[in-house]
Every structure is written in structure tokens, then in C-alpha cells.
T-cell receptor
Framework: GAVVSQHPSWVICKSGTSVKIECRSLDFQATTMFWYRQFPKKSLMLMATSNEGSKATYEQGVEKDKFLINHASLTLSTLTVTSAHPEDSSFYICSARSRGGWSSYEQYFGPGTRLTVT | QQQVKQSPQSLIVQKGGISIINCAYENTAFDYFPWYQQFPGKGPALLIA?????SEKKEGRFTISFNKSAKQFSLHIMDSQPGDSATYFCAAGNTGKLIFGQGTTLQVKP
């Protein structure tokens, strides 16, 4: 149980284009999803928190107009990197959290998406 | 105050040995302390987690020790195996948001 998928697993795009990454909770309903960014050999940096049906909350320093997050249902959140530039190249990881009690703290991570902007 | 400091940055252990990774936090509002294991190119996987009302939790070869007064917690991996070679992250959270430590790269030599 508690499986989170991401699609695509890797993507290469040209500078100036936009790319969308999907995050799905496969066997549970995720009231909250999180998007992280990870640089090589570095820790996870939280970019934003998204709750189903409401606007995402972005961490300080994260451009909300560049990283568009939509949480349209209890099983799907998307991250769109708009007008991508080479400095946006990174490993993007989502996580999902179910509702209620002790389990509401547990975050289950997707396998990540490697984005390379050329 | 939101930082979680993790040490060591890297660790080499012989097969069968004990691996110990330490974390320290400042924010006393944190009430959930998980450990994650990450293999290269993969997302982190939840290993074990603890709440501050207990001092120790054990699951198989993995044990979390928690010292609330010192604001420190640690992961012990008993009988370490080459398959345990990975990067380990501690984290601390409240209201569901997690703050991650810097990570420890563990290498278990056969």
C-alpha cells in the first residue's frame, strides 16, 4: 500500500518551453501533496504544498508563476515548469499524505522526475 | 530554528557492524521524526518514524533513539548489510510539513 507514482520519470526539454510532471497516489486518497526539488548529492528542498481543491502554498523563494501546481483531485497533483531554463534542471520529487491521525504525518514519496533543460 | 542538522555526512561500515546516524533540531514544536532511505535516482522511502512521547522505537534491524531534552535523535542500523548502502535522511515535522536533514551516505563494505 501507499504507492505514489510520477510521470514522466525523466524528461529533456528545450529552454523556453514548459513541461508538466504528474504525481499520483495509486492506492490511497491524498488530501495533501508536496513537491520537492533535489540537487545532486543534496537534501530535499520543499517547494510547495498543495491541498486538493485549493491553491498551493509556496515556500519562500520559490517562484509561483514559474512552478505552477494544480491538485485537481485526491489522487493527482501536477507541477508545470513554465519557460524552463537550464538552471531549472533538477530532480523533482512529489510526496503524498493521507488524512487523519498519526498517518497524516506520513509522507509517501514518488520515484522522482529527472528534468534536463537544454 | 527550522533547521535539522544531520551527521556524519558519510559513513563507511563493515558488513555486520552497526551504523549510527545522528540528527539534532531546534524547534520544540516538531512532533514527528521520520527516517528515509534513498537509493540513487529513486525517491526516498520511509524507514521508521517516532513521536516525541517515546524514547526508542525498533523495527527489525532499524532503531530510532530519541532524546527530547537534548533535541536529538538517531538511527541505528544493526547487522549492516551491503544492501543498506544508500543515502539516509532524517526529518522533523509538525502540521505535516517535513524539514529534512542534509543526508548521510552510508557504504557497507562486504
Amino acid at each position: 500500500g501507499a504507492v505514489v507514482s510520477q510521470h514522466p520519470s525523466w524528461v529533456i526539454c528545450k529552454s523556453g518551453t514548459s513541461v508538466k510532471i504528474e504525481c499520483r497516489s495509486l492506492d490511497f486518497q491524498a488530501t495533501t501533496m508536496f513537491w520537492y526539488r533535489q540537487f545532486p548529492k543534496k537534501s530535499l528542498m520543499l517547494m510547495a504544498t498543495s491541498n486538493e481543491g485549493s491553491k498551493a502554498t509556496y515556500e519562500q523563494g520559490v517562484e509561483k508563476d514559474k512552478f505552477l501546481i494544480n491538485h485537481a483531485s485526491l489522487t493527482l497533483s501536477t507541477l508545470t515548469v513554465t519557460s524552463a531554463h537550464p538552471e531549472d534542471s533538477s530532480f523533482y520529487i512529489c510526496s503524498a499524505r493521507s488524512r487523519g491521525g498519526w498517518s497524516s504525518y506520513e509522507q509517501y514519496f514518488g520515484p522522482g522526475t529527472r528534468l534536463t533543460v537544454t | 530554528q527550522q533547521q535539522v542538522k544531520q551527521s556524519p555526512q558519510s559513513l563507511i561500515v563493515q558488513k555486520g557492524g552497526i551504523s549510527i546516524i545522528n540528527c539534532a533540531y531546534e524547534n520544540t514544536a516538531f512532533d514527528y521524526f521520520p527516517w528515509y532511505q534513498q537509493f540513487p535516482g529513486k525517491g526516498p522511502a520511509l524507514l521508521i518514524a517516532i513521536r516525541p512521547d517515546v524514547s526508542e522505537k525498533k523495527e527489525g534491524r532499524f532503531t530510532i533513539s530519541f532524546n527530547k531534552s537534548a533535541k536529538q535523535f538517531s538511527l541505528h542500523i544493526m547487522d549492516s548489510q551491503p544492501g543498506d548502502s544508500a543515502t539516509y535522511f532524517c526529518a522533523a515535522g509538525n502540521t505535516g510539513k517535513l524539514i529534512f536533514g542534509q543526508g548521510t551516505t552510508l557504504q557497507v563494505k562486504p
